[in-house]
């Protein structure tokens, strides 16, 4: 079964507080991404893993972090979480950062930070 | 850097008739791959079409795009549209020069009415 899963679905945090947001593919798929999705703005990519710990900043890292330790896993962490954090997060995986294959998503995580 | 621009926020089109959604972009690359994703209200986004030869049509679930690198456009077209094709749609680009994660667009909103 060729899957993306993000957990949790939903969140509501508090400004300042830490949250971690998982993602797994099934499908032993090098690469992993993280996009948030935000009205107007479409989908701005965060992170990109190309492997286990090798981790690369994509166009708006900032406030974030990513761990990758196994292959099927990568999580995206944000520390001391803002406002203008309130998004809906997307992890992707494709078979290889380089050979232009299409992205597989996750259903996303809608975090609140109040 | 790359960039892709969808000019449309929302397109509005009544069951049956045909339908366009405009996707233009900007590269210094020349061997880039283009993807149409679509979204469904509450589900992951998809991929619909995916293309990286200029001048050549490509179709999928009735819908059709022709990359024209003179024009740097992607156009997505379709003939007759369905009340099911109501969806977010994505134009997106994967550049292989910067990481090869791909870049999209704002999002068009895409709604049939019957």
């Known amino acids: 079964d060729m899957k993306v899963t993000q957990m949790p679905r939903y969140l509501i945090k508090r400004m300042g507080e830490n949250v971690l947001l998982e993602c797994g593919q099934d499908m032993s798929h090098e690469t992993m991404y993280w996009y948030r999705q935000d009205p107007g703005l479409g989908l701005q990519l965060i992170y990109i893993s190309y492997d286990v710990d090798s981790n690369s900043e994509g166009d708006i890292p900032k406030g974030y972090r990513v761990s990758r330790k196994k292959r099927e896993h990568f999580s995206l962490i944000l520390d001391s979480a803002k406002t203008n954090q309130t998004s809906v997060y997307f992890c992707?995986?494709?078979?290889?950062?380089?050979?232009?294959?299409?992205?597989?998503f996750g259903h996303g995580t809608k975090l609140s930070v109040l | 850097g790359d960039s892709v621009t969808q000019t449309e926020g929302l397109v509005t089109v009544t069951e049956g008739l045909p339908v366009k959604l405009n996707c233009t972009y900007q590269t210094t690359y020349l061997t880039i791959a283009f993807f149409w994703y679509v979204q469904y209200l509450n589900e992951a986004p998809q991929v619909l079409l995916k293309?990286?030869?200029?001048?050549k049509r490509t179709e999928h679930q009735g819908f059709h795009a022709t990359l024209h690198k003179s024009s740097s456009s992607f156009h997505l077209q379709k003939s007759s549209a369905q009340l099911s094709d109501s969806a977010l749609y994505y134009c997106?680009?994967?550049?292989?020069?910067?990481?090869?994660?791909?870049?999209f667009g704002a999002g068009t909103k895409l709604s049939v009415k019957p």
């Open positions: 293309s990286s030869t200029d001048n």
């Open positions: 992707a995986s494709s078979l290889s950062a380089f050979s232009n294959e299409r992205l597989f």
């Open positions: 997106a680009l994967s550049d292989p020069s910067n990481d090869n994660a791909p870049r």
